[in-house]
């Protein structure tokens, strides 16, 4: 479903110097598979992710998403592509402030090809608990119930892949669990595969499929020189 | 859904400068409209209303001053014409009517205009439209202290049939110079719409013959307004009293007069035009700057929305629908500023003139105006547009460390 094939990307580095952030000679992902990437910050793990989701584009390589190739695509193409087959939920969880809950879920929708369905998104909000809080904005909401609303959002279009970089980096250890244990149960019930990348191992200890991100991504084995993806030092 | 929802949500989040900006576009769609209605209208009433007369014969002086003296009654007159010079105009085989007119009193600042009775009987104020005296009155008899009052001057000093007044001295108010004839109101003229609305019309003699007016000058005029058989006998009437003559001033033909008037106060049109443009202008940039300073505020909500899937040429359509919404929204409120201004300025026009400017008719500017302002505002939300749609997902979504 996912495959991925000498895969790079670098950015400019503060020095002024091309520091290399990703470079993946080969990682596959099958379909509803749930995957853990353990990568420490820095490691290029958000990058990574970012090039799998076409948020950014690659310097070279594949990204092959049921047989697309989003690195070939133009930025537009990616954009659909995206929001047609990849639900992403950020470490930040990213929730529009302005906008209540549900139109949070309605918005992730609204970009996708079947378009709004509200009877799925009231019905998304009501599997992550939060069928009374439809009319909430974010603020009004826990960190917990925040993370819930992501979840949500990340599955609206009914994505073949959910990207998670870091989904429990602001959640303690109980809530950690609970949203983990959801989201792997939600991707389950709607036939996502599910890439998680994380430096926690009480995260990672829940996967079966575990994976260094070190042993895939050679610029991350190089030393830690390594420039995460906003071109600071400190990201993920 | 999408962008009206965008555009809703960004709208209620920078509420107060939506506000001001929309405001400010109010401001400057009213004043545009406003300008060019009160310009309009009132060039075309002030040019319809000289189109009973076509011409004003009076002592010699300005024709505008004749013009503005004798059909709209305002200005003062410069100067008397002989009862000879009437009666030789009035025989004139070239000359359909002739009206003479007096001025000189007024009555609490209200002008006072003694003529005969054939002005309110026979003659048309527009084309099919006669003065007529509202039920229960009559007009005035030629030799008796009567008076017909026009609608707008009888509202405002309260005068009724059977009303009496002493006229004061003068074409202003003077409380000291009250003469001491009594006049009876006979009639109240049913509303023109014209500066006739304004006036107390009373029989000639009875201005010539006012205690305190000079004896000498007790059968002169101050005008003759004048109907002719032909156009060919204007021409004719110019040559002979403004070429050939020197003693009076034959203000032919009225409308063009006043057309040529209009033509030269035009830089002042122009000046206020210049002015509605540049602030429509200001208001334009006040979008620009209002939409691009929060820019970095909305950044992030703006990058989220790419990494859901909004293209760019959504992001960049939502900015720009968003710029178009506020000077939509600033035309909207920019309407209800045009008829409150337009009946202000109407009211004060009505007063000073007696000419009405009608607030419900339409203009091209009125439709015009609110789109041309909501496209210069969706141009000017182009520039925050761009900064939008360049917004660099991945930078702007890295977490804070």
Same mark, same amino acid.
């Given at each position: 479903m996912l495959?991925?094939?000498?895969?790079?990307?670098?950015?400019?580095?503060?020095?002024?110097?091309?520091?290399?952030?990703?470079?993946?000679?080969?990682?596959e992902l099958a379909a509803g598979e749930q995957r853990?990437?353990?990568?420490?910050?820095?490691?290029?793990?958000?990058?990574?992710?970012?090039?799998?989701?076409?948020?950014?584009?690659?310097?070279?390589?594949?990204?092959? =998403?049921?047989?697309?190739?989003?690195?070939?695509?133009?930025?537009?193409?990616? %954009?659909? =592509?995206?929001?047609?087959?990849?639900?992403?939920?950020?470490?930040?969880?990213?929730? =529009?402030?302005?906008?209540?809950?549900?139109?949070?879920?309605?918005?992730?929708?609204?970009?996708?090809?079947?378009?709004?369905?509200?009877?799925?998104?009231?019905?998304?909000?009501?599997?992550?608990?939060?069928?009374?809080?439809?009319?909430?904005?974010?603020?009004?909401?826990?960190?917990?119930?925040?993370?819930?609303?992501?979840?949500?959002?990340? =599955?609206?279009?009914?994505?073949?892949l959910?990207?998670?970089?870091?989904?429990?980096?602001?959640?303690?250890?109980?809530?950690?669990?609970?949203?983990?244990?959801?989201?792997?149960?939600?991707c389950?019930?709607?036939?996502a595969a599910l890439l998680?990348?994380?430096?926690? %191992?009480?995260?990672?200890?829940?996967?079966?499929g575990?994976? %260094?991100?070190?042993?895939?991504?050679?610029?991350?084995?190089?030393?830690?020189?390594?420039?995460?993806?906003?071109?600071?030092?400190?990201?993920? | 859904?999408?962008?009206?929802?965008?555009?809703?949500?960004?709208?209620?989040? !920078?509420?107060?400068?939506?506000?001001?900006?929309?405001?400010?576009?109010?401001?400057?769609?009213?004043?545009?409209?406003?300008?060019?209605?009160?310009?309009?209208?009132?060039?075309?009433?002030?040019?319809?209303?000289?189109?009973?007369?076509?011409?004003?014969? &009076?002592?010699?002086? /300005?024709? @505008?001053?004749?013009?503005?003296?004798?059909?709209? !009654?305002? +200005?003062?007159?410069?100067?008397?014409?002989?009862?000879?010079?009437?009666?030789?105009?009035?025989?004139?085989?070239?000359?359909?009517?002739?009206?003479?007119?007096?001025?000189?009193?007024?009555?609490?600042?209200?002008?006072?205009?003694?003529?005969?009775? #054939?002005?309110?009987?026979?003659?048309?104020?527009?084309?099919?439209?006669?003065?007529?005296?509202?039920?229960?009155?009559?007009?005035?008899?030629?030799?008796?202290?009567?008076?017909?009052? &026009?609608?707008?001057?009888?509202?405002?000093?309260? @005068?009724?049939?059977?009303?009496?007044?002493?006229?004061?001295?003068? @074409?202003?108010?003077? +409380?000291?110079?009250?003469? +001491?004839?009594?006049?009876?109101?006979?009639?109240?003229?049913?509303?023109?719409?014209?500066?006739? *609305?304004?006036?107390?019309?009373?029989?000639?003699?009875?201005?010539?013959?006012?205690?305190?007016? *000079?004896?000498?000058?007790?059968?002169?005029?101050?005008?003759?307004?004048?109907?002719?058989?032909?156009?060919?006998?204007?021409?004719?009437?110019?040559?002979?009293?403004?070429? #050939?003559?020197?003693?009076?001033?034959?203000?032919?033909?009225?409308?063009?007069?006043?057309?040529?008037?209009?033509?030269?106060?035009?830089?002042?049109?122009?000046?206020?035009?210049?002015?509605?443009?540049?602030?429509?202008?200001?208001?334009?940039?006040?979008?620009?700057?209002?939409?691009?300073?929060?820019? /970095?505020?909305?950044?992030?909500?703006?990058?989220?929305?790419?990494?859901?899937?909004?293209?760019?040429?959504?992001?960049?359509?939502?900015?720009?629908?968003?710029?178009?919404?506020?000077?939509?929204?600033?035309?909207?409120?920019?309407?209800?500023?045009?008829?409150?201004?337009?009946?202000?300025?109407?009211?004060?026009?009505?007063?000073?003139? &007696?000419?009405?400017?009608?607030?419900?008719?339409? !203009?091209?500017? @009125?439709?015009?105006?609110?789109?041309?302002?909501?496209?210069?505002?969706?141009? &000017?939300?182009?520039?925050?547009?761009?900064?939008?749609?360049?917004?660099?997902?991945?930078?702007?979504?890295?977490?804070?460390?």
């Open positions: 495959s991925v094939a000498d895969l790079t990307k670098s950015f400019v580095s503060p020095e002024g110097g091309r520091a290399e952030i990703v470079r993946v000679g080969r990682f853990a990437l353990r990568g420490e910050s820095g490691s290029g793990k958000t990058t990574f992710l970012n090039l799998i989701a076409g948020i950014l584009a690659a310097d070279g390589g594949r990204v092959e =998403l049921d047989g697309i190739d989003l690195a070939a695509l133009p930025e537009a193409k990616r %954009d659909r =592509l995206r929001a047609d087959k990849i639900g992403y939920i950020f470490q930040t969880f990213n929730l =529009l402030q302005g906008y209540t809950v549900l139109e949070n879920v309605l918005l992730g929708m609204s970009f996708g090809p079947r378009g709004v369905d509200r009877v799925h998104a009231v019905e998304l909000l009501r599997r992550v608990g939060l069928e009374h809080r439809l009319g909430h904005f974010p603020r009004q909401l826990s960190t917990g119930q925040q993370q819930r609303v992501a979840v949500a959002r990340a =599955l609206a279009n009914r994505p073949k959910v990207l998670a970089d870091e989904p429990t980096g602001n959640l303690d250890r109980t809530s950690a669990r609970e949203a983990l244990a959801l989201i792997r149960e939600v389950r019930e709607n036939g998680l990348v994380s430096h926690d %191992d009480g995260v990672l200890a829940q996967f079966e575990l994976q %260094d991100f070190a042993v895939i991504n050679a610029a991350a084995r190089r030393g830690p020189g390594a420039v995460p993806a906003d071109g600071k030092e400190g990201g993920s | 859904m999408t962008l009206p929802l965008i555009i809703y949500r960004s709208l209620r989040q !920078h509420a107060l400068s939506t506000l001001i900006t929309a405001g400010s576009i109010a401001l400057a769609c009213g004043l545009l409209m406003t300008v060019w209605v009160v310009k309009t209208q009132a060039q075309a009433a002030f040019i319809s209303t000289s189109t009973a007369f076509d011409a004003v014969l &009076g002592a010699r002086g /300005s024709k @505008l001053q004749l013009v503005l003296n004798g059909i709209f !009654h305002l +200005e003062a007159s410069p100067g008397n014409l002989a009862a000879s010079d009437y009666e030789l105009i009035r025989k004139h085989p070239a000359v359909k009517t002739a009206i003479p007119i007096a001025v000189g009193d007024n009555l609490r600042g209200y002008r006072i205009v003694g003529t005969v009775p #054939q002005l309110l009987t026979n003659v048309e104020y527009a084309p099919g439209k006669s003065y007529a005296v509202a039920p229960g009155g009559k007009v005035f008899g030629e030799a008796a202290r009567e008076a017909v009052v &026009g609608s707008f001057a009888a509202e405002r000093l309260g @005068l009724k049939v059977g009303s009496t007044f002493q006229p004061f001295h003068g @074409l202003t108010f003077d +409380e000291k110079a009250l003469h +001491e004839e009594v006049f009876t109101v006979t009639g109240i003229l049913t509303p023109t719409n014209t500066p006739a *609305d304004k006036v107390i019309w009373v029989p000639i003699k009875g201005v010539q013959a006012m205690s305190g007016h *000079d004896p000498k000058a007790a059968n002169d005029v101050s005008a003759v307004l004048i109907q002719l058989r032909a156009a060919s006998a204007g021409v004719m009437l110019d040559l002979m009293i403004n070429k #050939q003559g020197n003693r009076m001033t034959f203000a032919y033909p009225v409308g063009a007069i006043m057309a040529d008037f209009f033509g030269k106060i035009s830089w002042f049109d122009r000046v206020l035009a210049l002015v509605a443009y540049l602030v429509a202008l200001v208001a334009a940039g006040s979008v620009l700057a209002s939409i691009y300073n929060s820019m /970095s505020a909305r950044q992030r909500d703006l990058a989220i929305l790419r990494a859901l899937g909004a293209r760019r040429r959504t992001i960049f359509g939502a900015v720009v629908a968003e710029a178009a919404c506020i000077g939509a929204l600033g035309a909207a409120v920019g309407f209800a500023i045009y008829f409150g201004l337009l009946t202000l300025v109407a009211e004060v026009i009505r007063a000073q003139t &007696g000419v009405v400017l009608d607030v419900t008719e339409g !203009h091209a500017v @009125l439709w015009i105006c609110p789109l041309a302002m909501t496209a210069l505002c969706a141009l &000017g939300g182009a520039v925050p547009a761009v900064k939008a749609y360049r917004t660099p997902v991945a930078e702007t979504l890295a977490p804070v460390s």
